[in-house]
């Protein structure tokens, strides 16, 4: 009876807690009192129960923000530093961005290089146990989930992930590490003349690690650039201006930023860009967001490149953060962005309701839109135009020029479950450790490495066996499904552990079917014949 009471006050007080809105109005209206001040010092006082007022508080605040829009957030100060660590620095822990939907634990980025990712950790991972405790639905904060995940580099942690399509929960145990946050990934020359750079988010000192690889890869002749933004789910708006700017000649417009309460704000290209002149591919995907769709939009708006890949995320929404009176932090969504054609490219949402707009995924795998052009849908049926007057759409994503489609190739569950179970990360760490000293003398180099190293004989016996020791037990059609995958990606993982995330990408990327189309662009003669280079 007591917590139905509870519960029956909790529903009003949230409906009271609206009136927080007037926190964003003038210093003035701040300081008048108001129905919730009321609200809370009759509770304080009458209620038959005690009532932690904190905790209510936190609770409100988070429901109401909620009720906006899918972006808007409510940061309590506790988990503020967290919370931007990843754009920030750098820390020790299981390596994955995550936000708590519906009360569960989602995994929305695993970062590059970090041990979950390394372990086959994706995003739309729903973490539900944490060393076999369950952690779904018993109100888990974004606190809570730090002080279990993080730890001293070397400890380990189990846990349980349910994975959409998987009918069992899937255990993993992660080994802590230190956490890399570098924002450029990879960069290295492709072919001859060719060069590439892979950013997975935009951070604060994206732009300076993206000059640095720009000016070394001019040293190796580069004359047409590959910006590889595939699963780069954003961050800063000014380093998505400034990274365009890179690519634009003076006095262009970049993005520009409406919002009925915030100043309008145009963004315009400067004279300074590093690679005004040449070709420029961009591949993206649909976990390309926000950041990345300004990059993309204001690239194919001016015709400046090619955008190639699957139609990106659709985030629109430009967010600023309001600090509170004790520390706290609300991360409201103030203006709408719109790329130089005019397109506000953010997908529809329905207000207090974030499930459907996260199953935007879902709805377009049934459509089939990750394997067929003409399955794609955009919510906007307004024509926008290029500065060469080719038709975009806004209204749900960037669509790119050259569609590629999804590779599912080598998708087997014999190659997810030696993923999930860490085969490949035990195997190749062992591996190298073991021989470290004569793999680096026989191979001394990257080039070395990829040209005469072969993941076969004893090499491959060895990884099989240790598969099946882990309870992974060969699956003959999966395998031979995915053979080609696994050989590949033991190799990888042999040369990151060897060298860097740079040794990783050159031989991964022998898998990424729109890297292999915009090199394919680039010798074909693409950008001359629709008119795109060098502008």
């Known amino acids: 009876m007591i917590q139905s009471r509870l519960m029956k006050f909790r529903v009003a007080f949230l409906s009271l807690l609206i009136i927080l809105t007037g926190l964003f109005q003038s210093s003035a209206q701040l300081m008048q009192p108001s129905k919730v001040d009321h609200a809370l010092e009759i509770v304080k006082y009458y209620y038959v129960d005690t009532v932690n007022e904190k905790a209510l508080m936190e609770e409100a605040m988070k429901a109401m923000i909620k009720e906006l829009d899918p972006h808007s957030v409510y940061i309590p100060l506790e988990e503020l530093r967290e919370m931007n660590e990843p754009l920030l620095g750098k820390f020790e822990g299981i390596g994955i961005q995550f936000n708590i939907h519906e009360d569960t634990i989602m995994v929305t980025q695993t970062i590059v290089g970090g041990p979950s990712e390394k372990l086959g950790i994706r995003a739309g991972d729903r973490i539900v146990k944490i060393d076999t405790q369950n952690v779904a639905g018993i109100k888990i904060t974004n606190n809570d989930v730090l002080k279990k995940l993080r730890g001293d580099k070397g400890t380990k942690v189990t846990v349980g992930i349910y994975r959409r399509g998987m009918s069992e929960l899937i255990d993993y145990t992660i080994t802590r590490d230190q956490i890399p946050l570098f924002s450029v990934d990879a960069s290295y020359m492709v072919a001859p003349e060719i060069g590439y750079i892979k950013i997975s988010r935009f951070a604060d000192a994206t732009v300076e690690e993206f000059k640095k690889a720009l000016a070394d890869l001019k040293t190796k002749g580069m004359t047409s650039l590959i910006l590889d933004l595939q699963g780069n789910g954003g961050g800063y708006l000014n380093r998505a201006v400034e990274l365009s700017d890179e690519f634009l000649a003076d006095g262009k417009k970049i993005v520009y930023t409406r919002g009925r309460a915030n100043p309008d704000e145009d963004f315009m290209s400067s004279s300074r ?177 990829k040209a005469n190293f072969s993941v076969d004989g004893k090499v491959f016996d060895d990884f099989l066996a240790l598969a099946k020791k882990q309870g992974v037990e060969k699956d003959s059609a999966g395998f031979i499904r995915s053979e080609k995958a696994i050989r590949i990606h033991l190799k990888a993982l042999i040369a990151r552990n060897l060298w860097d995330t740079d040794a990783y990408f050159e031989i991964s990327n022998e898998l990424n079917r729109s890297l292999d189309r915009a090199i394919e662009a680039v010798q074909n003669k693409t950008f001359e014949k629709m008119k795109l280079a060098g502008k």
Not at 399 to 417: A, G
């Open 273 to 449: 860009g590093g690679w005004e002149k040449g070709n420029i591919a961009v591949l993206i995907d649909e976990g390309s967001a926000s950041a990345s769709e300004i990059v993309s939009g204001a690239i194919q708006d001016w015709d400046r490149g090619l955008i190639i890949g699957r139609r990106s995320f659709g985030k629109g929404l430009v967010q600023k953060p309001f600090q509170l009176p004790d520390g706290s932090i609300i991360r409201l969504t103030v203006a709408h962005y719109y790329t130089p054609s005019g397109r506000n490219i953010q997908k529809p949402y329905t207000l207090g309701d974030e499930e459907d707009y996260y199953l935007d995924y879902s709805t377009r795998a049934k459509q089939g839109e990750f394997f067929y052009e003409d399955s794609v849908h955009f919510a906007d049926t307004t024509q926008y135009f290029t500065s060469s007057k080719r038709v975009v759409r806004g209204g749900g994503g960037i669509m790119p020029d050259l569609f590629v489609p999804m590779d599912t190739s080598h998708n087997s569950t014999y190659f997810s479950d030696l993923f999930r179970k860490g085969v490949f990360n035990d195997f190749t760490l062992t591996y190298v450790d073991n021989n470290r000293n004569s793999l680096k003398s026989n191979y001394p180099n990257i080039d070395a490495f």
